[in-house]
């Protein structure tokens, strides 16, 4: 039987939809990670960066390291982005937004600093949002360390990604108030582990991610955690004194709600918010089909809040 939500994406990007749900689980998470690297990585190999220079380091913080990758298009004294991959907290790498960073820095004019963060269930949290939150504080203190900008720093993820740079926007209000982030880009954010909006529900089968995959993920992620203070931006009781967001879903997708919601809520919290519900797409609908007019329109308007916000 045809899914009833089939019929409600643009036929540009069906292909996704005869792929079969995720199903994200311990039996298949090593599978699920192997196939995923080795097609962005190939992905990788075949993408010219044209005149954005890419550059793999480990950054010095906290005593240890965390690898990065640098995004640097032409220019002087560059704003930063610190961006954090998709993945549902439990995938990815440095490779997995590859295309997204290189058009951000292109477009932004912005020097995007990439983080290969921790995963989990191997890290659970707050091992993945201790990498970016160190690698924001080592940009703000030595802005030397990547060569930018340390006084307009952005965040900037998508879906898990974007979920950890909420939470992390949260961290740094909090714990450094002198380090006063400019923007916050949020691309189909995975926001909430509770797991129980309309959207959740409706779209419980969807390719390429979907609502079991989500309670695995946050499952996952969560642990065994003694302080979830920083665990999600939608258990947080107060979104105020947030920098400025610009958030992005799909309307088939079981994290649109969520996505929705947290707009909501930092707009009513008096955090100036551009929310863009795009009709007829699902989750990752960009990834899948980059070239199409409506995914290349989605990173040019991020790109644009990012280089207003930057200036």
Request: hydrophobic share 45%; glycine share 8%; with cysteine.
């Amino acid at each position: 039987m045809t899914p009833t939500w089939s019929t409600r994406i643009d036929a540009a990007y069906l292909p996704v939809g005869d792929l079969p749900p995720l199903g994200l689980g311990d039996g298949n998470l090593a599978a699920v990670r192997a196939s995923l690297d080795g097609r962005r990585a190939e992905t990788v190999a075949a993408t010219p960066s044209g005149a954005v220079r890419v550059e793999d380091r480990d950054l010095p913080v906290s005593g240890r390291t965390v690898a990065v990758r640098l995004y640097r298009p032409p220019g002087d004294a560059l704003p930063v982005v610190v961006y954090a991959h998709s993945g549902g907290y439990v995938l990815g790498n440095l490779d997995t937004d590859h295309q997204r960073c290189l058009d951000l820095a292109r477009l932004a004019g912005c020097l995007v600093v990439s983080v290969d963060y921790r995963l989990a269930p191997e890290h659970p949290y707050p091992a993945g949002l201790d990498d970016c939150f160190d690698v924001v504080a080592a940009v703000a203190a030595d802005p030397g360390a990547v060569g930018g900008d340390g006084s307009r720093i952005a965040l900037a993820g998508s879906s898990a990604g974007a979920g950890m740079v909420a939470a992390l926007a949260l961290r740094v209000r909090d714990q450094l108030p002198q380090v006063a982030l400019r923007h916050q880009l949020l691309h189909q954010p995975m926001l909430d582990p509770r797991c129980a909006t309309a959207s959740m529900a409706e779209f419980g089968d969807t390719p390429y991610f979907d609502a079991a995959s989500a309670r695995y993920a946050w499952a996952a992620y969560a642990g065994s955690a003694v302080d979830p203070t920083y665990l999600a931006a939608a258990l947080a009781e107060d979104v105020s004194g947030l920098p400025p967001a610009f958030v992005t879903c799909s309307e088939v997708d079981p994290l649109r709600d969520e996505a929705v919601e947290h707009a909501l809520r930092l707009s009513r919290a008096g955090v100036p918010t551009e929310l863009r519900l795009h009709a007829r797409t699902c989750h990752g609908f960009d990834s899948v089909a980059p070239t199409t007019a409506l995914s290349r329109a989605v990173v040019e308007e991020q790109a644009a809040a990012l280089a207003a916000a930057l200036t």
